[in-house]
């Protein structure tokens, strides 16, 4: 039976939409938030020493491209495992660098382009981690610069779409607004290593299938393999050591809360001997008064003793 194996392995994603425009092209119309009517239908790849290195730890993908279409806008896409601080500064800096590589492009008559030539900026990720807490099944986060407290005054030209992957479940399909969108995010979602059996609804797009034919085991050359089991082994050395620093944090926090519980019992302890001590004073105070009473008592009752003879 044939296998397939994880898009979401930096090498196949790099096969699949930095390799194939089409594929692209595809997965761009499906999940950016573009106007009717103003697909993309060319694109144009970053050339190699546009593409900046990225440390091994800490990166485990990139797929930076420009697209380019009759509007000439331009776009980032980002496959990443988990999100971090890091990564987050990475997504300003590729699209605040998107804008300013536009004001760097030379015209035919080599004049550099002006403020008012400038063209839309999307930057798409595509996370496979949960990064919000509020809504368990908004998946889909469109950002843009605006005030907080009127949402008509924005700055356009920067927009970045952030999809937390593991929240995309068929009870939040019908968020999204394109079948294809779906057929997509399905795609990244359901395959995975050594995958063997594939719903039928994702061998009806041509684009979709292409993607899969891609993702078969036996279309990886011998060193293919090597470089996507060596990603994949650095993926499962960084989930181990992430699951140990969340055990560890998950330790400490267990034993602040056991520190803090220690500390009031102390002080409940405390407060307890503080009231048993005061409760022996009155005690002991209530039985040196007895005792008084039972002294005068006696001396009373030789005094009449004496009346009776």
Known sequence: MERYLDPKNDLLFKKIFGEHKDLLISFLNALLPLSAGHDIVEIEYLSPEQVPEIPHYGKFSIVDVKCIDNYNRSFVVEMQNDWTKAFSNRLLINGAKAIVNQMNKKRIDDEAIDFYALEPVYVLAVVNDEFTKKDKKDWYHHLQLSDPKNNDLVIKGLDYILLELPKFTKETWQLAEKNIAVLWLRFLREINHCT??????????????????????????????????DYLMNIMWHNTNKNLEKKVAEYTVELVEYQTELAKNKTELAEYQTKLAENARTIADKDQTIADKDEELAKLKEELKKYKR
């Open 196 to 229: 063997e059996e594939l719903s039928e609804e994702l061998k009806t797009d041509e684009f979709i299938g292409k993607a899969l034919a891609i993702c078969k085991e036996s279309a990886l050359t011998p060193q293919e393999r090597l470089v996507y089991d």
